[in-house]
Structure formats: C-alpha cells, structure tokens
C-alpha cells in the first residue's frame, strides 16, 4: 500500500517548519520501509494550523496539524492504522474554518501540485481558456464585463472597462502585465495564488491577451517573494511545454508568452505607472495621467495592467459565466473577495468568502479575537493607506461602497487587527512616516507633507500649542488627499485622520496621558 500524503511548500508553512516535517515524514516512512507518495501543495490557509499534514483516503483528504518533525513517527502509524491521532483535525474540507468560505479562486489553492500542470488540468484548470477561445475575443469580453469583477488591487476599477479600453486602442503591440508586488501590509493572498496555483494566473492572463490582442506578458514579483518567483518561472515552464504559452496557444492561432520580473523593493513599485518605470529599467517613479496605460502603458503601448488576484478570478468567470460570478456579493461588489485576515488575531489566514459579510464577523468570529487574547481595539483594512476602524464600526459589510462611505478602503483585502495595547498616536505618526520613507518624491504635498506631518504629531504628543497642531495636522492631510499625485499621498490621510477620529483620547499630550 502507497500511502498518498500531503504537506504544504507555501513559504508560510515552510517559515513554520514544513519542510522539515516534510522531511521527516519521508525518513520515517523510508525507516519503516514504507511505499509514500509524498506531494508538496500550496496552503489551503489556514496558517495557525500550519504545518499541516494530510493523507489521502477513499473518504477525502483528513487533516493533521500543527506538525512538528518529532511528530512523524507517529503520525505514520496512525496512518497506517485507524487515522487516530492527538493532532487529527477530520476531513480537510469539512474544518468549519474553510468548510463556510467560497473558494472560486482558491478552489485548488493546497489541494493540487503547483508544479503539476496535468493536476491543474484534472481539477478544471484551462476550461476558462478553452471557452474563451470558442467564444471569440467580443464574447469573452462581455463575460468579463457581466461578472461585475472590480480590480483586487486596491482600487476596485472594473475590469472590463480596462481590457474594453486596451482591446479599441489600436497598437502594433501590446502588453498583459501582471501586478504581483502585494506591499500592503497584512497581505498575501498574490503569494498564496502564485505559490499554491500558479497556472491559474497564467490562465487568467492568457485570457486577457486573447481578449485585448496582446501576445506578451509579464509578471512584476516583489524580491521578497523568492518562492513565489520559482513557482511562477516553473509553471510557465510547464505551460510553455504543454503548448499554453508560445506561438499557438492551447493550438490557436495565437500567440502569447509571459516572463517574470523581480523589483527591487519599494511599496510605490506596487502603483501602476511606477511598476512600469520600474518594467522598463527605470527608478520607480510615477507618471502622471493621463495617458492612462490602457492607451499608452509599457513601452508606450496599450497595456493592461491587473492585480494577481483579479486575473486569477477570471479562469472561473469563463468557465462558468459572467453570471456566475456575479451572482455572488452585495451591491456593486460583485463575486468572492480573498480575505486575509493578519496582526494580532488567532486564527490569522486567507478566507475566501463572496463581498457583504461584516468586518466584526471576520475579526471576532472567522478570526477568533485577538492572539494575545485582549480585548480588540482596531483594525486596519486596506493596507497601509488603509483606515483604522474600531469596534463601532465593525457591522461595516466588505463591500467597497460601503467602507469608502466610512472613509475607509478594502484595497487588497488585507484586516491587520489590533488589541487594546496599541497606542494610535504612534499609528497616525507610523502612517506620515511610511509615506515619507516610500514616496517616490515627485509631488510635494506627499515628498515634503508627510515628514511634515510626523513632525506635527511628536509636537502634539510633547504637549505643544495643541490644538493648533491638530488643526495644522487636518489642513496637511487635505493638501496631501487633495494635491498627490497618486493615492501613496493621496490616501496616507485615511489612516492619519481615522485614529484621530476614534481614538482623540490617544492623543493627547504624553506628561497627561501619563498622570491619567
Ligand atoms: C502606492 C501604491 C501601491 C500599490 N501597490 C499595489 C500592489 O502592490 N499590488 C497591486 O495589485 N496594486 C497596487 N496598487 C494599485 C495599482 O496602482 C493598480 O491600481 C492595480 O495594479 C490595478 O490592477 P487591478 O485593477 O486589478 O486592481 C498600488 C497603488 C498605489 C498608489
Ligand atoms: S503621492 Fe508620493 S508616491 Fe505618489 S507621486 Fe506624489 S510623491 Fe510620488
């Protein structure tokens, strides 16, 4: 009997140990003389759990974890046996944890070989694909558009405005470039997807350069993702030998290739116009719009520029319709959003769920509280540009409307959650001084107003013309909001003016503060 087991490579196991259980799974096995088909998956994200181990039954897959490599031993006899075990968790797919997510991206993301194009392809992978090309590009299109799929990115544009705009712009050439620097923080949903299923990005790319008429392609991948970087370069390896990259794709008459690119580490590389300085050799500096890049983006051709996240939705809207997706969400927020859930939270993880479940059902019930076990006090959604929302606003639904109503974000769908020892002075201070390090300095209101704004609030903490100095500090975000070039500037007052907003007792003078 060949014993079918199951350990993730996803660098967030892997920092957690699974590597070495994976390894000491493998030497017991070998020890005991037993015949193991050992396969290395991406995460299915349920990282307080990691390193999760799971053997393949005729019941379904049953879960172990946390595993330790002292824990192989037994683990295997357990196997061997009846499957009971200290760390058993039961079927993977029944965990409520994942059981009560909607997994439309991530369906296969810790479930299938990332390497293994024939596994993608056994588990629905390139159906999209298929589809899009008995469609024709005009067809694929409108998929696209009816599925209501807003970027992931940060922005939430809707995507088949961009492809529409790429696929009329008339051009020689043009390009299908992929925004994988995921610097927000709290993050890392793109590196889950490239880690744990790499052909569906490839897919979903793929489909956009049918679409647009684009025939290269490239993926812009943050330096501090080196696995991510080896899973992508293999699977393009792998799609290239299958025939679903290169000169006929999946046997068209298309052609479309895609290469990776690793930047160099800087958060305003993430912003489009600046990743495409950055592409072309340049410093990573933004460029002012218009042109938008829809007309003239890298190298000066029609580009489009899309998010990991919302291109690997895109495999699912082609095979199963527009509709499908849309059917999924609340309002104008359409399909599943990738949740991550980071900080000082318990059962920290990517949840997958369609839009309109409430930002406190996600800390306090999907995310358990916090880690330390405190009472809860913040959460920052949307990354570092991203609002600080507390308890009173936690019946706020993920949706985009609704948090840009509460001057908040959802960005990239990242919620850093905080307890009651987080100070919110040092978090707006935090905020100004992000912005000051990452600005790229071509505008003034975000080069100069950003130390400025640091500066202000150590004034107001050393008990200095007080009131003078908040007012001082709202007049700055409003230059910055109002005259930035890009939202790096622009938003850095969302953080800023909401911990002053909900937490004004936070700001007080430190000499005051400490006689309380
Ligand atoms: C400072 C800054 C950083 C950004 N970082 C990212 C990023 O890391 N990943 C990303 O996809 N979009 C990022 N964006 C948004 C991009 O400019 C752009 O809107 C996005 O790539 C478009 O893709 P989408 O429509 O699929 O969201 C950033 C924007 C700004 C202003
Ligand atoms: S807002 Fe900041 S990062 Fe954006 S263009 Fe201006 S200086 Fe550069």
Redesign the pocket.
Known sequence: MTLRVFVSRDAGAVAVGADEVAQAIAQAAAARGLALDLVRTGSRGLYWLEPMVELATPAGRVAFGPVSPADAGSLLEAMLADGKHPLRLGLAEEIPWLKRQTRLIFARCGVIDPRSLEDYRAHGGYQGLERALSLGAASTLAEVTASGLR?????G?P?GI?WKTVADTAADQKYIVC?A????SGTFADRMIMEGDPFVLIEGMTIAALTVGASRGYIYIRSEYPHAVAAMNAAIAAARRGGYLGTRIAGSRHAFDIEVRVGAGA??C???TSLLESLEGRRGVVRAKPPLPAHQGLFGKPTV????L?FAAVPFILANGGKAYADFGIGRSRGTMPIQLAGNIRHGGLFETAFGITLGELVDDVGGGTFTGRPVRAAQVGGPLGAYFPRALFDTPFDYEAFAARDGLIG?GGIVVFDDSVDMAKQARFAFEFCAIESCGKCTPCRIGSTRGAETIDKILRGERVDNHLALVEDLCNTMKLGSL???GGFTPYPVMSALKHFPEDFKPQHLQAAE
């Open positions: 970027g992931r990115g940060g922005a544009f995507t961009k925004n620097d995921e610097g927000d958060y305003v993430g912003e489009e520029i899309n998010n990991v919302s990239h890009c939202a790096l």
